[in-house]
């Protein structure tokens, strides 16, 4: 069974920085993509954050937080990290980490979403 932990989470005030971290078990495969949503309060729609692709290693960044989020990964352990700098109000939100195994691109993953999910962890942003 595919499992999806996120940690990291918590309470920073606006400047500040996280680094949230996800990981990933219960598969052998080698070809997968990983990726960041998020949820704001009170809102039904997820944001897709960022994304590497599989096929590439290029990494996709939604633009609202382009030049202040960093997505890196640990292959050899199923692991990935979303650093978060220059943190703003607006990035409060639960994030969540996903995982897909289908031959589809990041500009499908990112306004779409991906197959399996961690249950989030709440970033909450203070102004």
């Known amino acids: 069974e595919v499992q999806v932990v996120e940690s990291g989470g918590g309470v920073v005030q606006a400047g500040g920085s996280l680094r949230l971290s996800c990981v990933a078990s219960?598969?052998?495969?080698?070809?997968?993509?990983i990726g960041w949503f998020r949820q704001a309060p009170g809102k039904e729609d997820y944001e897709g954050v960022s994304?590497?692709?599989?096929?590439?290693?290029?990494?996709y960044y939604a633009n609202s937080v382009k030049d202040r989020f960093t997505h890196t990964g640990d292959n050899a352990k199923n692991t990935v990290y979303l650093q978060m700098d220059t943190l703003k109000p607006e990035d409060t939100a639960t994030y969540y980490c996903?995982?897909?195994?289908?031959?589809?691109?990041?500009?499908?993953?990112?306004?779409?979403?991906?197959?399996?999910w961690g249950k989030g962890t709440l970033v909450t942003v203070s102004s």
């Open positions: 996903a995982i897909d195994f289908r031959e589809l691109g990041c500009d499908t993953y990112l306004p779409y979403g991906m197959s399996y």
């Open positions: 219960g598969f052998v495969s080698d070809d997968y993509t």
């Open positions: 994304c590497i692709s599989r096929s590439d290693g290029r990494i």
